[in-house]
């Protein structure tokens, strides 16, 4: 069974930093590409970041500069540093696995996790 696991979460304010980690268990880490997802107040789910097992990375426009996407596949980890944070960029932040291709897109993805909350203040 695979689980997803996301923690890292908190509230700071505007210019803040935190650091996203997903550990994922279950399957073969490294055959897959995985990513960060989001969803905002009034808004639908988006895509963050994602990493593919090369360590290939594509970033939503507006977090580029300031998120980094990064895996240790010894410890089956992603992370998420996310640096400058800004009010907007306040949501539930869900690690996403077992993506069949690079992508921003939720459909590639197969497995989830419960998300970690993301309270950036102005």
């Known amino acids: 069974q695979v689980q997803v696991v996301e923690s890292g979460g908190g509230s700071v304010q505007a210019g803040g930093s935190l650091r996203l980690s997903c550990v994922v268990s279950?399957?073969?880490?490294?055959?897959?590409?995985m990513g960060w997802f989001r969803r905002s107040p009034g808004k639908n789910r988006e895509g963050v970041a994602a990493?593919?097992?090369?360590?290939?990375?594509k970033y939503q426009d507006s977090v580029k500069g300031r998120f980094t996407i990064s895996q240790d596949n010894a410890k089956n980890t992603l992370y998420l540093q996310m640096n400058n944070l800004k009010p907007e960029d306040t949501g539930m932040y869900y690690c996403a696995a077992g993506g069949r291709a690079l992508g921003l897109y939720h459909g590639y993805y197969d497995y989830w996790g419960q998300g970690t909350q993301v309270t950036v203040s102005s």
């Open positions: 990493i593919d097992r090369d360590g290939v990375t």
């Open positions: 279950g399957y073969t880490y490294s055959s897959y590409s």
